[in-house]
C-alpha cells in the first residue's frame, strides 16, 4: 500500500537557520503530495502541495519540489523564524482517497 | 477558503459517560468527512470515513459501537466516543472534503478521561 517516510525528529535549529525536512514516498500511480503544519493544540493546515511531477509548491517561504524520480517532496525554508516552530506533517492522496500521512517531524526554533 | 468548525476545543469528562464531538463546514457542502485520532507526539490514525447520508466505514482496529460517526446532512458530522474509558483519551481531528477538492482539517478536540 501508499505509504510515507519523513525524517525522524525532532529538529531544533536557530532562527534564520537554513531547514530541510526530508519525506519520500511509495504509491502507484501519480499521487498529489502535501506538507501540512500543526501548531501546538490545533488542528492541521494545509502548508503546500503539488499535484504532479516538477511541480514545486511554495507558501510562506517554504517550498518543496514533486520529484518522481526519486519519490521526494522534501521541505525547505531558506530562514526560519521562532514562529515556525511546529509538527510538519508530509502526506499523499490518490485521486479520491484518503490521505496517508508520514509520522510528523517536530520542529523548534530557539532565538 | 474553506473552513471546518470543530467544537469543543477541549473536552473533560468522568470515565463510564459518552461525548460528542461535532464538526462543521461552515461555507461547503461536506460530502465526506474523515475523523482522526492522534496520540502525543504522533501522526493521524484514521479512524473512520464518513459520507453524507450513509454509514460511516471503519479502519480496521476501530471499535464502531464505540466511535459512534453520524454524517445526517452536507455540513454536519458528529463523533460520540461512549462509555469513555482513560485509554480513550487523545486528540481527535476531523477533516472534510467537498466532492474531489483539498482536505480541510478542524482545530481539534482534547478529549481528557478522568
Known amino acids: 500500500g501508499d505509504s510515507v517516510t519523513q525524517m525522524e525528529g525532532p529538529v531544533t535549529l536557530s532562527e534564520e537557520a537554513f531547514l530541510t525536512i526530508n519525506c519520500t514516498y511509495t504509491?502507484?500511480?501519480?499521487?498529489?503530495l502535501f506538507w501540512y503544519v500543526q501548531y501546538p493544540g490545533e488542528g492541521l493546515q494545509l502548508l503546500l502541495k503539488a499535484t504532479k511531477a516538477d511541480d514545486k509548491g511554495s507558501n510562506k517561504g517554504f517550498e518543496a519540489t514533486y520529484r518522481k524520480e526519486t519519490t521526494s517532496f522534501h521541505l525547505e525554508k531558506g530562514s526560519v523564524q521562532v514562529s515556525d516552530s511546529a509538527v510538519y506533517f508530509c502526506a499523499l492522496v490518490r485521486g479520491n482517497e484518503k490521505l496517508t500521512f508520514g509520522t510528523g517531524t517536530r520542529l523548534t526554533i530557539i532565538p | 477558503g474553506a473552513v471546518v468548525s470543530q467544537h469543543p476545543s477541549r473536552v473533560i469528562c468522568k470515565s463510564g459517560t459518552s461525548v460528542k464531538i461535532e464538526c462543521r463546514s461552515l461555507d461547503f457542502q461536506a460530502t465526506t468527512m474523515f475523523w482522526y485520532r492522534q496520540f502525543p507526539k504522533q501522526s493521524l490514525m484514521l479512524m473512520a470515513t464518513s459520507n453524507e447520508g450513509s454509514k460511516a466505514t471503519y479502519e480496521q482496529g476501530v471499535e464502531k459501537d464505540k466511535f459512534l460517526i453520524n454524517h445526517a446532512s452536507l455540513t454536519l458530522s458528529t463523533l460520540t466516543v461512549t462509555s469513555a474509558h482513560p485509554e480513550d483519551s487523545s486528540f481527535y481531528i476531523c477533516?472534510?472534503?467537498?466532492?474531489?477538492?483539498?482536505?480541510?482539517f478542524g482545530s481539534g478536540t482534547r478529549l481528557t478521561v478522568v
Open positions: 504509491a502507484t500511480g501519480y499521487p498529489s
Open positions: 477533516s472534510a472534503r467537498q466532492g474531489a477538492g483539498g482536505y480541510t
